[in-house]
């Protein structure tokens, strides 16, 4: 009893006045007919909920187990380590293998699992892009002979893996002489990498069908997050380089040798275009025509007196499809290249760079003005031109909305690459938004670890410089440490901020928690039911990670006080 009153009153006020209140609100969700179907839909809960989540949590825990494993190994290989610690760390790894080895062999003889393993490989590709997965009942699902091959391979490798982690337990006890060797700490970390690459997937990446809209709402925060807390330490570390001359030289070098670059794209031979047909219907546009050579025809401004209204424009796939509806006279005129236009009348005809080319120039000039600029800028406010750049970058972004952040990223930017690409490159909706907020949020994580770094004693940086450690080693045991154990507090409210703002992904059409709201009110047209969930399972949320976060900062001061 007592040590539940020493749990209360360690939990924050707002986590412990939730708690009270929760099971009224659980009463009233309860008697209610349609908050349930409206929890149900936000959470984006599929059939087979239960069956696929105690696959998930399985799996996960496998992966969990095998890295702790992996982590004890590793621990064992450190020189300062003394034998008997060495021998419990390793025999702590051989059960962690043992048991990964057993959950293993386990699932490889399970039939319950064919339905999560279906679910994860049903919504990991695009049907239009595979043959193996086909339409039933209105939903994909995948063609027999496929599924057979699926569930087969899968078993297969189960076994196997499970064969691995037995291998890697009598590694741990009997295998003294090669981990103690000279390639036994690389061979271990190859084994944490591995053993994390398996939790990440099912953990992070693998379909999530018990409550997809929650699980894509949590991903999102936590790799934005990830993200954003990468870049900022990149722009605050930035910020706080010293003037060098020689790096003055080097960037100046670097902006010259891309405005050349870019020139030499300029000077690429042109493609020619002509517009054929005359401009009585609708103009075919075939994809891969630059923008502003269709604009051009859209508004006639290659006539003399251009008309008051636009042309209208039909856009089509390929120059093939153009000469077919032209042939039969479904488009009046069309942008062909002159060897497909010599048997049609000619209205108009312009020279362009391909768009590979057109981009690169564009890129590289303004990549080119751009280091330049810092260099100027740099010798004016005697400044290191990369430390500028980070300050012009910070300020920049955290005086842009975040919503225009995302729209700008996910459709504008990340439409640019894939033409320059040639549609190579063509960036998922999901990975558009996690990219754009964590650009966005990088910004104030930066001037949340510049604060940090700034309250560290110089007599530290001075002392590790006297004693001979490198700029690196002084910033990752030195500086890291400390300025994270300091700011944890902010950072904790960046990552609730960050939590609550990928709601704006949905704008992506990313069916997260806030687009499944909208879309269930939109079909029941019900106002308060799908509202009120997602802003209580919001809420639920952030107050989970505001306990979370204040748990750890008091565990990293405990330890700190106790240092």
């Not at 990964?100 to 399970?110: E, N, R, T, V």
């Not at 590790?464 to 902010?490: K, M, T, W, Y």
Request: charged share 15%.
């Amino acid at each position: 009893m007592s040590n539940l009153i020493s749990v209360l009153r360690n939990m924050r006020a707002s986590s412990l006045m939730f708690l009270l209140v929760f099971p009224v609100i659980v009463y009233l969700l309860v008697i209610s007919r349609n908050y349930g179907a409206a929890i149900y839909e936000v959470l984006g809960i599929e059939d087979n909920a239960t069956l696929l989540l105690s696959n998930f949590i399985i799996f996960c825990f496998s992966g969990a187990v095998g890295f702790w494993g992996a982590l004890q190994v590793l621990k064992s290989l450190s020189p300062d380590i003394v034998p008997g610690d060495r021998s419990k760390f390793r025999q702590k790894a051989f059960f962690a293998f043992v048991l990964q080895a057993a959950i293993l062999l386990f699932l490889s003889q399970a039939d319950w699992i064919n339905p999560y393993i279906k679910s994860i490989a049903v919504n990991a590709y695009d049907p239009r892009s595979v043959d193996w997965l086909i339409m039933v009942d209105q939903s994909f699902t995948l063609s027999p002979e496929f599924e057979v091959q699926l569930l087969r391979w899968t078993r297969n490798s189960l076994w196997q893996l499970s064969m691995v982690s037995g291998l890697l337990a009598l590694l741990s006890i009997f295998g003294s002489r090669i981990l103690d060797s000279n390639v036994g700490f690389w061979f271990a970390l190859l084994i944490l990498l591995l053993e994390f690459a398996f939790l990440f997937y099912f953990l992070m990446i693998a379909h999530a069908g018990f409550a997809v809209g929650l699980m894509i709402t949590i991903r999102a925060a936590i790799f934005a997050y990830l993200g954003a807390s990468i870049l900022g330490l990149v722009w605050a570390f930035l910020s706080r380089l010293k003037v060098s001359l020689l790096a003055e030289r080097i960037i100046f070098l670097i902006g010259v040798i891309l405005i050349i670059a870019a020139t030499i794209f300029v000077m690429q031979p042109k493609k020619e275009i002509v517009l054929v047909g005359d401009l009585s219907g609708r103009i075919g546009i075939a994809s891969g025509i630059p923008s502003h050579i269709s604009d051009t025809v859209r508004y006639g401004d290659f006539l003399d007196e251009p008309p008051e209204n636009p042309f209208k424009i039909r856009s089509l796939k390929s120059l093939d499809q153009a000469v077919k509806l032209l042939d039969e006279g479904r488009i009046s005129g069309a942008l062909l290249p002159p060897d497909l236009a010599i048997k049609y009348l000619s209205v108009w005809n312009a020279k362009y760079l391909t768009p590979f080319y057109a981009t690169m120039a564009k890129v590289f000039y303004v990549l080119g003005v751009l280091s330049i600029l810092l260099v100027i800028v740099g010798r004016m406010t005697s400044a290191h031109p990369l430390a500028v750049l980070s300050d012009f970058f910070v300020d920049t972004l955290r005086g842009v909305p975040m919503l225009v952040i995302i729209l700008y990223v996910g459709l504008p930017l990340a439409g640019a690459i894939k033409t320059a690409t040639t549609g190579y490159i063509d960036i998922q909706m999901m990975t558009r938004g996690i990219a754009a907020i964590a650009i966005g949020y990088s910004a104030y994580m930066a001037e949340i670890f510049r604060a940090g770094i700034e309250a560290i004693p110089k007599g530290q940086i001075e002392a590790s410089r006297a004693l001979g450690l490198r700029e690196r080693h002084i910033a990752r045991f030195i500086v890291i440490p400390q300025a994270i154990a300091i700011v944890l507090p902010a950072l904790g409210n960046e990552f609730i901020a960050m939590l609550k703002d990928t709601s704006l992904i949905s704008i992506l059409s990313i069916r997260d928690l806030t687009q499944r709201m909208r879309e269930f009110q939109a079909q029941s047209f019900l106002a308060f039911e799908p509202f009120n969930s997602a802003a209580l399972i919001y809420v639920l949320l952030t107050l989970i990670a505001a306990s979370g976060v204040k748990a750890l900062d008091n565990i990293i001061n405990k330890s700190r006080e106790r240092e």
